[in-house]
């Protein structure tokens, strides 16, 4: 079974950056496709970003150009850089297979505020 752990989130001013980890156990993390997913207060989850097998990358609307996504196979990691942060990003923020089929993480919260 895969355990997923996030990391990184806080509390930062609009405009800051933070960067996220998503560390994974179990091999099958290196042969999947992997996504970040935010959930806001009261609100569905969403997408934020895909990273493929092989690298590919994609992205929801209202973080593309800010958020880069990125995968170190050999950690077994997936990063979350998030630059140009909007209160609008706030939210906790998961990892999960692509298309999500894995047990959720805690997640790490991220808060973006004056």
């Known amino acids: 079974q895969v355990h997923l752990a996030e990391s990184g989130g806080g509390l930062v001013q609009p405009g800051g950056s933070l960067r996220l980890s998503c560390a994974a156990s179990g091999s099958i993390f290196r042969f999947s496709a992997i996504a970040w997913y935010r959930q806001a207060p009261e609100k569905e989850r969403e997408l934020v970003a895909i990273?493929?097998?092989?690298?590919?990358?994609n992205y929801g609307d209202s973080v593309k150009g800010r958020f880069t996504i990125s995968r170190d196979n050999a950690k077994n990691t997936v990063y979350l850089q998030m630059d140009s942060l909007k209160p609008d990003d706030t939210g906790r923020y998961y990892c999960n297979a692509y298309p999500e089929r894995l047990d959720w993480g805690q997640g790490t919260q991220v808060t973006v505020s004056q």
């Open positions: 990273v493929g097998i092989h690298g590919n990358t």
